[in-house]
């Protein structure tokens, strides 16, 4: 299929440009490596039609022999920087169809508005990047991500240091699953209460509830609990007879911030039940276990705290790593917030002071694009109480002070290259605070907060 000259395609907020082999959402150009791009083209252009696996395969890879997941993961990754919106229809065990109403333009290729920044004020940083945001980066790990789920993997494993993104690639993940047909819960253990932690019956009553009230399920797990059986045994049968029996398809349960669960000493029998989910796929194939997905987000090396490998669901399924952002996710998302660096240098000079940390990137770029600050005075703000990133770093410093044996070690490190621990290799990572590449020794995760912790653990 060859493009047509001067042809657009406009649907919801994109705009097409087929000669120019450019998407744009609104003002910002939206980067689309070039088989994305080539998907995109084939399914607009086939708009309402349903095409053949086979046909799309033909087409993408004319040259190469190829698996179908090798299309299952181009079009999940479409959709996740479409991202706005159903627009890819899955016709099951067949193929695809776009299914957006779009409008022909027969014009001159669009020239975006963009000058010093955005049209709009982007929205400030800080939790899960909205599904709808165009600031959102694609990462290896959200590919693999969708994949994964789309697979009906048992158990996905989510791991990064804090603020890199899981949550973010979370809800992106159980988005794709709603637009799959699968039932979704999500449990994010910052919400519970101390009170849910003191037993794990409490804490498996406690999460049973919010399920039943997510998929609209009763009776709640409290109106069956049997005294005479454990906790694990009631929330495993309260799973079977009343979540699998009145929902029949799949489900997608997603568990954010699992580290909350490593201190307690009931974790082993929680993650023990979690493990023996995985092997009822095995054990019990007529069971409904096959249709139950766990994708679960955390920080902590899990091993430090499980010590018996056969209760932990941290050693099976799909692991994935999510990583800070290279230089050239960096100057993506440089273009994206409306190019306040200037130009690679620039970006080179920012990736290089914060390392690609996705949390004080975007803050960074943020603080410039509102006119708050330039990239030199980030530089010489770098690691001060009053700069643009201060209230991060205070916030970090003051987490630290709650363990005086982790400062100390740490200070000895900083100042006079003494060893860390395992132990506090392994928090401080889960911190955040020093690189997640386990292969190399330790290392601070930028040069910002390298500045900053050596200044104030002199």
Same mark, same amino acid.
């Given at each position: 299929?060859?493009?047509?000259?001067?042809?657009?395609?406009?649907?919801?907020?994109?705009?097409?440009?087929?000669?120019?082999?450019?998407?744009?959402?609104?003002?910002?150009?939206?980067?689309?490596?070039?088989?994305?791009?080539?998907?995109?083209?084939?399914?607009?252009?086939?708009?309402?039609?349903?095409?053949?696996?086979?046909?799309? @395969?033909?087409?993408?890879?004319?040259?190469?022999?190829?698996?179908?997941?090798?299309?299952?993961?181009? @079009?999940?990754?479409?959709?996740?920087?479409l991202?706005?919106g159903?627009?890819?229809?899955?016709?099951?065990?067949?193929?695809?169809?776009? @299914?957006?109403?779009?409008?022909?333009?027969?014009?001159?290729?669009?020239?975006?508005e963009?000058?010093?920044?955005?049209?709009?004020?982007?929205?400030?940083p800080?939790?899960?990047v909205?599904?709808?945001?165009h600031?959102? @980066?694609?990462?290896?790990?959200?590919?693999?991500?969708?994949?994964?789920?789309a697979?009906?993997?048992?158990?996905?494993?989510?791991?990064?240091?804090r603020?890199?993104?899981?949550?973010?690639?979370?809800?992106r993940?159980?988005?794709?699953?709603?637009?799959?047909?699968?039932?979704?819960?999500?449990?994010?253990?910052?919400?519970?209460?101390s009170?849910?932690?003191?037993?794990?019956?409490?804490?498996?009553?406690?999460?049973?509830?919010?399920?039943?009230?997510?998929?609209?399920?009763?009776?709640?797990?409290?109106?069956?609990?049997?005294?005479?059986?454990?906790?694990?045994?009631?929330?495993?049968?309260?799973?079977?007879?009343?979540?699998?029996?009145?929902?029949?398809?799949?489900?997608?349960?997603?568990?954010?911030?699992? =580290?909350?669960?490593?201190?307690?000493?009931?974790?082993?029998?929680?993650?023990g039940?979690?493990?023996?989910?995985?092997?009822?796929?095995?054990?019990?194939p007529?069971?409904?276990w096959?249709?139950?997905?766990?994708?679960?987000?955390?920080?902590?090396?899990?091993?430090?705290?499980?010590?018996?490998?056969?209760?932990?669901?941290?050693?099976?399924?799909?692991?994935?790593?999510?990583?800070?952002?290279?230089?050239?996710?960096?100057?993506?998302?440089?273009q994206?917030?409306?190019?306040?660096?200037?130009?690679?240098?620039?970006?080179?000079?920012?990736?290089?002071?914060?390392g690609?940390?996705?949390?004080?990137?975007?803050?960074?770029?943020?603080?410039?694009?509102?006119?708050?600050?330039?990239?030199?005075?980030i530089?010489?703000?770098?690691?001060? =109480?009053?700069?643009?990133?201060? =209230?991060?770093?205070?916030?970090?410093?003051?987490?630290?002070?709650?363990?005086h044996?982790?400062?100390?070690?740490?200070?000895?490190?900083?100042?006079?290259?003494?060893?860390?621990?395992?132990?506090?290799?392994?928090?401080?990572?889960?911190a955040?605070?020093?690189?997640?590449?386990?292969?190399?020794?330790?290392?601070?995760?930028?040069?910002?907060?390298?500045l900053?912790?050596?200044?104030?653990?002199?």
């Amino acid at each position: 299929m060859k493009p047509h000259s001067g042809q657009i395609y406009e649907f919801g907020p994109f705009r097409l440009e087929v000669d120019e082999c450019k998407l744009w959402r609104g003002n910002v150009e939206i980067k689309l490596r070039p088989k994305l791009f080539d998907l995109l083209h084939l399914l607009v252009e086939h708009r309402g039609h349903m095409l053949e696996k086979e046909e799309m @395969i033909r087409y993408l890879w004319p040259d190469s022999v190829v698996e179908e997941n090798n299309l299952t993961v181009t @079009i999940n990754a479409l959709r996740a920087a479409l991202s706005d919106g159903k627009y890819i229809e899955t016709v099951t065990k067949r193929g695809y169809r776009f @299914i957006a109403e779009v409008k022909v333009v027969q014009a001159e290729p669009f020239t975006p508005e963009i000058l010093q920044g955005p049209p709009q004020p982007p929205e400030p940083p800080g939790g899960a990047v909205p599904l709808q945001s165009h600031l959102y @980066i694609l990462r290896p790990a959200d590919e693999d991500f969708c994949n994964a789920i789309a697979r009906q993997d048992s158990i996905v494993l989510v791991k990064g240091p804090r603020q890199v993104g899981k949550t973010s690639l979370l809800a992106r993940g159980l988005q794709e699953a709603r637009k799959n047909g699968a039932a979704v819960v999500l449990i994010d253990f910052q919400q519970f209460s101390s009170t849910a932690f003191e037993t794990a019956e409490k804490l498996l009553l406690a999460i049973g509830e919010v399920i039943a009230h997510q998929l609209e399920v009763s009776p709640a797990p409290h109106q069956t609990w049997s005294s005479f059986l454990g906790p694990s045994s009631n929330f495993e049968r309260y799973l079977r007879t009343e979540l699998f029996a009145k929902v029949p398809t799949n489900l997608v349960w997603g568990l954010d911030e699992v =580290d909350r669960l490593f201190n307690f000493d009931y974790a082993s029998e929680i993650f023990g039940l979690f493990r023996s989910w995985h092997n009822l796929r095995a054990l019990d194939p007529q069971g409904p276990w096959h249709r139950l997905t766990l994708a679960m987000a955390y920080a902590t090396e899990a091993h430090l705290f499980i010590t018996d490998l056969n209760q932990s669901p941290f050693n099976v399924g799909t692991r994935l790593k999510l990583d800070d952002f290279t230089l050239e996710q960096v100057m993506d998302l440089n273009q994206r917030y409306g190019g306040p660096l200037l130009d690679n240098v620039e970006a080179s000079r920012f990736h290089k002071l914060l390392g690609g940390h996705p949390y004080l990137t975007q803050r960074g770029l943020y603080e410039m694009v509102r006119g708050k600050a330039s990239l030199q005075a980030i530089e010489e703000q770098a690691g001060r =109480d009053e700069g643009v990133f201060g =209230d991060h770093l205070k916030r970090m410093l003051i987490s630290l002070e709650q363990d005086h044996a982790l400062v100390h070690e740490l200070r000895s490190f900083l100042h006079s290259s003494l060893k860390l621990s395992n132990q506090s290799i392994s928090r401080l990572r889960s911190a955040g605070i020093l690189s997640d590449d386990s292969s190399q020794e330790p290392n601070l995760r930028c040069e910002l907060y390298a500045l900053f912790l050596k200044r104030h653990l002199a």
